[in-house]
Nanobody, 115 residues
Framework: QVRLEESGGGFVQPGGSLKLSCAASGSLDDFEAMYWYRQAPGKQREHVAGLTRRGTIAYSDSAEGRFTISRDNGKNMIYLQMNNLRPEDTAVYFC?????????WGPGTQVTVSS
């Protein structure tokens, strides 16, 4: 069983930055892939960024060039640096990992971008 806990969300003005963190209960080396997803009110959950164990990274079109996913294996942490935030980035952001046959989600952290 893998437990994930996100933090770092909050309220920010357009153009601002936030760094989300995801603390994992297990070693990141055990995860095939790590992701950030988000879900805005009334919308489906969508992929934002992904990072495989081998280091392959992929971003959604809206995140490309503004967001950066990274990890710290020593701390079992996954990060999402978000720059130049827009009102449409407002959502609950979730950390998600694949580990063996399991898929695990954190409870999410709210990000609100508004002037």
């Amino acid at each position: 069983q893998v437990r994930l806990e996100e933090s770092g969300g909050g309220f920010v003005q357009p153009g601002g930055s936030l760094k989300l963190s995801c603390a994992a209960s297990g070693s990141l080396d055990d995860f095939e892939a790590m992701y950030w997803y988000r879900q805005a009110p009334g919308k489906q959950r969508e992929h934002v960024a992904g990072l495989t164990r081998r280091g392959t990274i992929a971003y959604s079109d809206s995140a490309e060039g503004r967001f950066t996913i990274s990890r710290d294996n020593g701390k079992n942490m996954i990060y999402l640096q978000m720059n130049n935030l827009r009102p449409e980035d407002t959502a609950v952001y979730f950390c998600h990992v694949h580990s063996g046959p399991g898929n695990y989600w954190g409870p999410g952290t709210q990000v609100t971008v508004s002037s």
